[in-house]
């Protein structure tokens, strides 16, 4: 059986903390690239969506939600954000997002919280979308599904489920904010869905790629080998 060393979530090296200053620039530059358009805009939905599996993969909890939020004030101040179009709830976007996906990577039991965090995302979206698509949960039932796989299975198949947590997690923060700040009619739904699935397979397959790269070609010499492990 493989044995995972404890890490001191009190101990903050020097390298993560060049990690989050650096981390939080490339998050700001990766607004600049637009992908689809959701609402907002065809640069709602920018290449930051990658980076936040990564952010989570590679900073705990608490450096992974200063990074997230650094960067996402700073681009609060002239990107188009999840700011501009929900307002202050919008920070908990990437927020919540990064912070869900950082517990997932960092502790053996932390994908559950996640996982429960989406599978209530499913159902208040089933509760309140007046009658939305049901393929828009095709990921989600995905996430709800592979529990028991994530829990059991080892890199890097284990880095690219929770990914996908983390991709999904700011999903339903998105939704959840469209449904009830923004009133969402139920047709509207269908028309952004093919949109939805590209975004999160674009940030689960981007994102997991620069997690396993970083971990096989830069680990020893960033020191990121007790960073990018699940703790107990």
């Known amino acids: 059986m493989e044995t995972r060393p404890r890490i001191s979530q009190n101990f903050l090296t020097t390298t993560e903390l060049a990690l989050t200053s650096t981390l939080a620039a490339v998050y700001v530059v990766s607004t600049f690239f637009p992908l689809t358009p959701f609402i907002g805009g065809p640069s709602f939905i920018t290449l930051e969506i990658v980076m936040l599996p990564v952010i989570a993969a590679v900073l705990r909890p608490i450096l992974a939600m200063v990074t997230v939020l650094v960067g996402s ?11 501009q179009t929900f307002g ?4 908990l976007v ?4 990064v912070v869900l996906g950082s517990i997932a990577f960092h502790y053996e039991w932390g994908p559950i919280t996640p996982w429960a965090y989406i599978l209530a995302g499913a159902l208040y979206y089933i509760l309140f979308s007046r009658g939305g698509t049901l393929f828009w949960l095709a990921p989600y039932i995905l996430v709800i599904v592979s529990l028991p796989a994530v829990l059991k299975t080892r890199e ?3 880095i690219g489920l ?9 999903q ?12 969402f009619p139920g047709p509207i739904w269908a028309i952004i869905t093919p949109f939805m699935l590209t975004e999160r397979t674009v940030a ?7 997690i396993v790269a970083l971990k096989s070609q830069l680990g020893t010499r960033l020191e990121l080998g007790h960073v990018l492990r699940e703790v107990k």
């Open 172 to 183: 339903v923060t998105m939704s959840i904010l469209s449904i009830s700040l923004l009133n």
């Open 156 to 158: 890097p198949y284990r």
């Open 94 to 97: 990437p927020i919540l997002a």
């Open 162 to 170: 929770l990914a996908l947590y983390t991709a999904m997690s700011e």
């Open 88 to 91: 202050l709830p919008g920070l």
């Open 73 to 83: 004030l700073g681009v609060a101040l002239g990107q188009p954000s999840f700011y």
């Open 204 to 210: 689960t397959l981007g994102g997991t790629a620069i």
